[in-house]
């Protein structure tokens, strides 16, 4: 005999985040877990087998918090829940890394919920993992928030222009003109969470300031927070180089992908170097990211489990 539907009683906005737009949200979890789901009003209705069931109400109930914690659910959010309720991994606390436009900037998964830790508890935090993983965003939305809320007096983004080489200098126009094309996904994300405005008010009077690691020698950043963006395209001298610039009251997030080194000679990368010489050291932590936190198109962590599992296969040969 059937066992009779299970149901949860939901606030409303936690309903509609599970049935999501269409219904789409509640297809996937159908589609994840063989049960069906309905929303018969005041909650959701699970029907199926034990085991499909209860990983479905996880998921169902990872997605409610989500909702009535006042954060916005995405399909991502959902793909995470699923993922989360299959290991029995528990989902990641609603934290707040900084306001956007759209809603506060919650982890989506355990590793982003601990890196968002990290960073607000340590001078200098190196993020590591795949591209999609929120690493970057994470740590600018972090920035973002501590300098509107007068916490910082800069929020400071620099990276490596490995594509330009030495013939950044001959590219037509000043310095912002020559570097933004290299500096597009700081400006995408600091736009979103900032709103185009604002950003441009704070940009024009300092206090936000993105430019490459060549511009940093010499100087010292006080009262900053400073972001190392594709830090595997560093040299060990510039890796060391700019993380002996920061100065009173600043901290440093240090974001890369070990395994998308883009340097003619992939040994001279700095930031491997630096992740093995200093964790461990007081004020220092790391977090490693893995295509379990990747929260783009799902086809994205199943390109990245791939590759991982070919470089795997040629290290053990």
Known sequence: MSRPPEFLQLSDPAVRAVSGPGGRHAALIEDAFKVLLETPGGGVSLAGDARGRGAAKRAVQAIAALADSGAPVADADVRVAIGDARTGEAPAAPGVA???????????????????????????????????TGKTFL?????????????????????????????????????????????????EALTQLMGA????????????????IAFMRGR?????????DEAQNTSRLQM???????????RMAV??????????NPHDSGLAHAVAILEGVEGVAVTRFTADDVIRHPMVAR??????????KRTGQ
């Open 240 to 250: 060391k180089m700019v993380l002996t610039r920061l100065g009173e009251g600043s």
């Open 139 to 187: 740590a600018v939305a972090h920035g973002a928030a501590m300098l509107m809320r007068g916490d910082i007096d800069r929020l400071i983004v620099t990276r490596p222009a490995v594509e330009a080489g030495e013939r950044l200098g001959f590219l037509p126009g000043d310095l912002t003109e020559k570097v933004d094309p290299y500096m597009a996904p700081v400006w």
């Open 303 to 312: 390109i990245v489990r791939a590759y991982d599992a070919d470089a795997a």
């Open 220 to 228: 010292t950043l006080a009262h900053a927070f400073v972001i190392v």
């Open 255 to 264: 974001t890369g992908d070990p395994s998308q080194i883009d340097l003619m």
């Open 197 to 212: 405005d604002q950003l441009r008010r704070r940009r024009d009077k300092g206090e936000i300031e993105v430019a490459p």
């Open 98 to 132: 900084g306001a956007t436009r759209r809603g506060p900037v919650s982890p989506k998964t355990a590793t982003q919920a601990r890196y968002m830790d990290d960073l607000g508890r340590h001078d200098l935090v190196f993020g590591l993992g795949p591209a999609g």
